[in-house]
């Protein structure tokens, strides 16, 4: 014989399938929008590159740098994202979070702050990310830069190693703004209520495509 469901496990249920639905809502409603981002964000990157198209072919090897120079700029912020995400998540990092408090006739805003020691730490695990980073972004510039110039050298038999010093170049100017940009957007995303793991990996790609390719354009105004 099969029993009725008491009123406490209607109650459960109902809280359940509320509960469900507002983490699929909110879950869908960012990715949804941080893909849209992305989209735009592409088009974006791949307009500037047509329109500075003829200066970027005055460069000998230039488009063979180009992909493997976006791909960096996407892996090493994006895992600064990933690792900070991370962090927030699990307590290590720790942002003052704007707490709301819901009730019938009252929403009210307030800051729930964090300790000196806290704040010691984060600074710390910022610091260390930051250095990471960079360190990371010039070791890696001048790897692909080389490989760069061995290709046009080797196959196409043009002795351009300006090209190696462009690659560092452009990365160094690229990680300048890209890497306080990619933290103050990861820690705001955390501190308004959202999860920067829904958003920030494709929107931090896509800023860092545009801002690559504009890089690389300031790099060849530089050098030559």
Known sequence: MISEPTADNKETNI??????FTLFDKDFKEITVTQFVSLTGGLMAGTILSTF??????VPG?????????????EIHGSLCARLSSALHIGDVKVAVNAINNGKNNNTASTREISHKDKKKTRHILFDNIVA???LGIFV????????YAVV?????????????LSVLAATI?????????IYSTLWVYKHGYDPD?????????VGDVVGVLSLIVGIVLLI
């Not at 510039?141 to 760069?148: C, F, M």
């Not at 690229?174 to 990619?182: E, G, K, Q």
């Open 153 to 165: 050298y080797f196959i196409f038999k043009i002795n351009n190693p300006e090209i190696i010093l």
């Open 53 to 58: 198209s003829n200066n970027l072919l005055i």
């Open 15 to 20: 809280a359940n399938k509320d509960a469900g």
């Open 133 to 135: 980073s960079l360190l």
């Open 141 to 148: 510039s001048i790897i692909l830069g080389i490989a760069a």
């Open 198 to 206: 829904n958003i920030m990996g494709s929107y931090i790609t896509t």
């Open 62 to 74: 230039l488009f063979v740098l180009y992909p493997g120079f976006l791909a960096l700029k996407g």
């Open 174 to 182: 690229a990680n300048i703004v890209m890497i306080p940009f990619t």
